[in-house]
């Protein structure tokens, strides 16, 4: 008896300790079960997946004409490693970005004028560490969820961005094993953005109590848009009145703001970002397909034109695979959580370059 046969044998046993099997077959070398619905789906499988881990198969459900799907293919290795060298000089360069956007804001002439004797030191380390507290605390979101579901993840790769827009695109971290169910996908996915926001919330509380309020026409400014969650920390915490006075922002205030704008463009329900982990796991895939083309059109009509047509681009040629298990549903309290916080935080970060 061959290798490969020996192989399905025991396949199949091990998928008979878990689930009923109404029929098997070989579909193009991949050993393909129906199998009976059961309650426990969710938990079955996952045990499955435990069970196979490590041996070279990788099982995955999906639903066809009604029946439940169970494919077990083979699988080595994980989904790459990471590179600690990259990710030492990636973020070295992420933070010679971040001290130079910094001290453009700091040393710039509208604070020559409101603030001579200001300490511009002590005010660019205080840009670095908060822009850095953001971006680093959402990665971070995304691997207490990986730890606690043993998704294998890399450690955060910062990408430096312009020094004249703040000087960082955030971070990422790169997934070295699979998604096991819905559940999973919306804590990994979701996990990140909700940490990053509330690490904006509080930089920007600081940041506004920070910043100067000037009268109309003092200095030379420019105006960003600024998302809602913004405009109502500065109601609450900085309030004044905008037909007399201007708000110079600290750059501590300005690192929120880029929380909040990054926040936003992450949650925007799109292939690999954040928001297209949210969405795949909430409404499954054949209404995620729809929901990604508004969230592309989101981002056209907010004014992040490059990021649209890069959002596309991953949405045709790669689009998301979902979990392993994408027959058992989203588990009822993440559903009622990211029905509400998904679309409420979406909606508090949006900015829109347009208007």
């Not at 920070?210 to 809602?228: H, Q, T």
């Not at 750059?251 to 795949?280: C, E, K, Y």
Request: hydrophobic letters at 50%; aromatic letters at 14%.
């Amino acid at each position: 008896m061959g290798e490969s046969m020996i192989d399905v044998i025991s396949i199949e046993a091990i998928v008979r300790r878990f689930f009923n099997v109404e029929d098997f077959s070989m579909q193009f070398g991949v050993p393909t079960f129906i199998i009976s619905p059961t309650p426990d789906l969710k938990l079955k499988f996952k045990s499955l997946y435990d069970c196979m881990k490590g041996s070279g198969y990788l099982p995955i459900l999906r639903k066809h004409d009604g029946r439940i799907v169970l494919r077990v293919f083979r699988f080595e290795g994980g989904f790459g490693g990471g590179n600690r060298l990259a990710a030492l000089v990636l973020f070295i360069a992420t933070l010679a970005t971040i001290t130079y956007s910094g001290y453009l804001q700091v040393a710039s002439l509208s604070f020559d004028i409101v603030d001579p004797k200001r300490n511009i030191p002590m005010n660019i380390v205080l840009y670095v560490l908060c822009l850095l507290a953001v971006a680093g605390l959402h990665e971070f979101g995304h691997k207490i969820a990986s730890k606690i579901h043993n998704v294998e993840t890399s450690f955060p790769y910062f990408i430096p961005g312009p020094p004249e827009i703040g000087g960082t695109m955030g971070a990422i971290i790169v997934q070295r094993s699979p998604v096991v169910n819905r559940d999973q996908l919306f804590d990994v996915g979701f996990s990140g953005p909700l940490i990053g926001f509330s690490a904006a919330i509080l930089v920007s509380i600081l940041g506004l109590r920070l910043s100067y309020i000037i009268p109309k026409g003092m200095i030379y400014a420019v105006y960003i848009p600024v998302p809602a969650i913004f405009d109502i920390l500065v109601h609450v915490f900085r309030p004044l009145d905008f037909a007399k006075y201007d708000l110079l922002l600290h750059p501590v205030a300005f690192a929120g703001w880029i929380g909040f704008l990054v926040t936003f463009i992450n949650l925007m329900p799109v292939s690999q970002l954040d928001g297209g982990h949210v969405s795949r796991a909430l409404f499954g895939e054949r209404y995620y397909r729809v929901i990604a083309y508004i969230g592309v059109l989101v981002l056209m009509f907010s004014g992040f034109l490059l990021m649209a047509i890069l959002a596309l681009f991953m949405h045709i040629y790669r689009g998301h695979p979902g979990p392993l298990d994408d027959v058992s549903p989203l588990s009822f309290k993440r559903r009622v959580l990211g029905l509400i916080l998904f679309p409420a935080i979406i909606l508090l970060c949006f900015t829109s370059f347009y208007y």
